[in-house]
T-cell receptor, first 115, second 113 residues
Framework: NAGVTQTPKFQVLKTGQSMTLQCAQDMNHEYMSWYRQDPGMGLRLIHYSVGAGITDQGEVPNGYNVSRSTTEDFPLRLLSAAPSQTSVYFC??????????????FGSGTRLTVV | AQSVSQHNHHVILSEAASLELGCNYSYGGTVNLFWYVQYPGQHLQLLLKYFSGDPLVKGIKGFEAEFIKSKFSFNLRKPSVQWSDTAEYFCAVNLSGTYKYIFGTGTRLKVLA
């Protein structure tokens, strides 16, 4: 049981480049979310999904796109990388029965540097 | 707007000292409450959670938390910390019946051997 798998673990991009951060979970969780973690700012929600085909914006969605074609996968796309997107990105999933979020399982993170 | 406050940003303790980390939230409705731990260089892991019932919740590694509804608080405690508890601790709130999940900014705990 792998849990939540994120790739790559490290990435360096040049300003203006695009890329996709991959996230996959094998726990059949309904909820999946992308967070970025920056020093002193905790975790900020970028985008989230409550099921296949359903996505919505979090508090810092600008510059990012997501899609959820299957329950398992929730990729995050950086459209045109900027230095302000240098951060550690975490994907998380949770079981969401009866309208509750039962607590997230996090991936191991992607450390992204934009130069 | 709803928010989660962790007033202690950095805490330094000696081994065997007792720990209490504060967490307060601002929301008038029903909430589900969580504490996560992030060890250096690792991802967040769920430490404990509260949905309903006994307001004193016990989690892994000897941690516990108490929900005090009148104070909108969910403080994390451990009677005797170890060097291996050095980590960052995050409080989080899920607004019941919604997908909304709010993290606090975290408390860095350093335990001196």
């Amino acid at each position: 049981n792998a849990g939540v798998t994120q790739t790559p673990k490290f990435q360096v991009l040049k300003t203006g480049q695009s890329m996709t951060l991959q996230c996959a979970q094998d726990m059949n969780h309904e909820y999946m979310s992308w967070y970025r973690q920056d020093p002193g700012m905790g975790l900020r929600l970028i985008h989230y999904s409550v099921g296949a085909g359903i996505t919505d914006q979090g508090e810092v969605p600008n510059g990012y796109n997501v899609s959820r074609s299957t329950t398992e996968d929730f990729p995050l796309r950086l459209l045109s990388a900027a230095p302000s997107q240098t951060s550690v990105y975490f994907c998380a999933s949770s079981y969401g029965g009866d309208g509750r979020n039962y607590g997230y399982t996090f991936g191991s993170g992607t450390r992204l540097t934009v130069v | 707007a709803q928010s989660v406050s962790q007033h202690n940003h950095h805490v330094i303790l000696s081994e065997a000292a007792s720990l209490e980390l504060g967490c307060n939230y601002s929301y008038g409705g029903t909430v589900n409450l969580f504490w996560y731990v992030q060890y250096p260089g690792q991802h967040l892991q769920l430490l404990l959670k509260y949905f309903s019932g006994d307001p004193l919740v016990k989690g892994i590694k000897g941690f516990e938390a108490e929900f005090i509804k009148s104070k909108f608080s969910f403080n994390l405690r451990k009677p005797s910390v170890q060097w291996s508890d050095t980590a960052e601790y995050f409080c989080a709130v899920n607004l019941s019946g919604t997908y909304k999940y709010i993290f606090g900014t975290g408390t860095r705990l350093k335990v001196l051997a």
